[in-house]
């Protein structure tokens, strides 16, 4: 049985595990201080021509989340996010679990509205009862979205600029930023996102590694953000795991050239999807595609692959979900070909 269930179904990418193996017999300082970590840092640095960012490395994306969250929020904060964001609908309360509330506003096919938000925010410091209500402190957006679409760098400034005027943290969430970068339709880079925010976060875990995220502050980190790390339980005591991973991630282009695989195998999904009559739910230009597939077709396709049954389209067809990633082979499409 093949899977396009997700794309961290595979180990890591080959020259990730390399680097691990050839860096396994030699000693290093803990808790991220090695000299891998220090160079996978300068290495991102450089690409997101942000010289005095702050980086650290976690293992997993709701970890980060959370961790991220909670570390630049007040205890009386909450964070504004679209309807369909991860941290409203597929992190467990994670982030409610630190206490500050998500505050969700209309999605649209995944994204946020720059206008939206500034309609919220011009509301809510004009109700009289502002004080008795969870302070707006952040907006957190994904990039790409959780239905595969990404924000134009015009969405991006837009959404920013709101987020200046009323004092606000923007944190882009970036489990799949190199897919949505190496999209077809993107209109932004690393250098880009890091100008237009407060925080992001580069993931690993989906694009080529074992597991960890990047966690990049263009600027400078809330005080004592290492402790907050600590305090949530994601401080890593072999903390070179992650390190050494996006060492080689960001060692000749590897991060984006992967990614770009990806892209180029999901274009061919879509058009062998396409050629076979399928429709789709909507446009994505990224690796997640959602295709309106009949139930019976749907129960059918069950038996030999692995894809997500993401929601009901109407009573007799299903908006099912097939990604791609980097270690996606043209023999992966052509079984896949085969059996729709």
């Known amino acids: 049985m093949i899977s396009f269930e997700c794309d961290y179904n595979n180990g890591a990418h080959p020259k990730v595990l390399q680097h691990l193996l050839e860096t396994n017999s030699k000693q290093s300082l803990t808790y991220g201080f090695d000299e891998w970590s220090d160079s996978a840092k300068e290495k991102i640095r450089n690409v997101c021509n942000a010289p005095e960012a702050e980086i650290y490395f976690l293992s997993g994306g709701t970890q ?5 969250i909670d570390g630049m929020l007040q205890s009386y904060e909450a964070v504004i996010s679209a309807k369909t964001g991860h941290i ?17 506003l209309p999605a649209h096919d995944g ?26 402190g952040m907006v957190y957006i994904t990039y790409p979205t959780e239905y595969g679409t990404i924000y134009s760098a015009e969405e ?5 600029k709101v987020c200046k005027e009323h004092g606000l943290h923007l944190f882009i969430d970036g489990a799949r930023m190199g897919y949505g970068i190496m999209s077809l339709k993107s209109d932004i880079d690393l250098k880009f996102i890091a100008s237009h925010c407060d925080v992001f976060y580069i993931g690993g875990t989906k694009v080529g590694a074992l597991c960890g995220e990047a966690v ?9 953000f290492f402790t ?3 305090q949530h339980g994601a401080l890593m005591a072999k903390g070179r795991l992650i390190g050494i991973q996006f060492d080689a991630l960001f060692t000749d282009n590897l991060y984006l050239d992967i ?18 009559g399928y429709k789709f739910f909507l446009d994505s230009p990224t690796n997640q595609q959602f295709v309106i597939v009949p139930n019976d077709k749907m129960i059918e396709l069950e038996q030999q692959v692995m894809f997500t049954h993401w929601e009901p389209y109407d009573a007799k067809n299903f908006v099912c979900r097939f990604v791609t990633s980097w270690a996606t082979t043209d023999e992966d499409l052509k079984i896949l070909s085969e059996i729709t």
């Open 216 to 224: 990049v502050f263009p600027n400078k980190a809330p005080k004592h």
């Open 111 to 136: 994204k946020m509205s720059a206008k939206e938000l500034s309609d919220y925010m011009n509301w809510f410091v004009n109700d009289e009862s502002t004080e008795h209500l969870a302070q707006p």
């Open 228 to 230: 907050t790390i600590k």
């Open 64 to 68: 980060t989340n959370m961790t991220v």
């Open 156 to 160: 991006i400034s837009n959404i920013y």
């Open 259 to 276: 990614s770009k695989h990806a892209i180029e195998m999901a274009e061919k999904m879509k058009q062998l999807f396409a050629k076979k």
């Open 88 to 104: 409203n609908i597929h992190e467990a309360g994670a982030v409610e679990f630190t206490g500050h509330k998500v505050i969700d």
